[in-house]
């Protein structure tokens, strides 16, 4: 149903203008310089829903993947966590009007497979805002388990105020 492909300054530029509606809206692009940059620094790739979808508009992305340290929270308290290596990082986001139509289990599995392709044994780790409960419910009917809930304001979409997270592994 997906295939995921390197990011390309076109998709990047696309992928910064999306705006997640409420209670998502954490997740929404501010259409930066600094964001298209960040969507095309190696660690982004664009996810698009193969050509026989229907819901394929003019082949723009239908979604993003993040790995590593993109996909991370940058906060110097979950160093320990994010240090051990056996496990490879995981972000990514489909298109908001694709959000809700029941394709997420599908592409989180389509990231999950590309990267133990590349990185087989690696256990595949990722964070997520405790708030997105349909993510979290999602996540824990795929296997993910909870090893660290935190509190940041670490995340630039969060505007200031603190964000309730967990980190998950699979």
Not at 8 to 29: D, H, L, N, R, V
């Amino acid at each position: 149903m997906f295939r995921i492909e390197e990011m390309t300054e076109e998709a990047a530029q696309i992928i910064s203008k999306w705006k997640y509606p409420f209670p998502y809206e954490i997740y929404s692009f501010s259409d930066s310089e600094d964001e298209i940059e960040e969507l095309q620094n190696g660690l982004h790739f664009a996810v698009y829903l193969n050509e026989a979808e229907e819901a394929c508009f003019d082949s723009e992305p239908c979604g993003f993947a993040a790995f590593g340290w993109s996909a991370q929270i940058q906060d110097n308290k979950l160093r320990c966590f994010y240090d051990d290596e056996s496990y490879t990082d995981i972000a990514f986001g489909l298109r908001p009007d694709l959000c809700g139509m029941g394709k997420g289990q599908t592409f989180v599995k389509t990231v999950i497979d590309f990267v133990k392709d590349v990185f087989e044994d690696d256990g595949i780790r990722l964070t997520v805002d405790t708030e997105n409960k349909r993510a979290c419910k999602l996540y824990e009917k795929m296997g993910f388990r909870e090893i660290h809930a935190f509190n940041t304001k670490c995340v630039d979409a969060a505007k200031g105020r603190t964000l309730s997270m967990k980190i998950m592994v699979l």
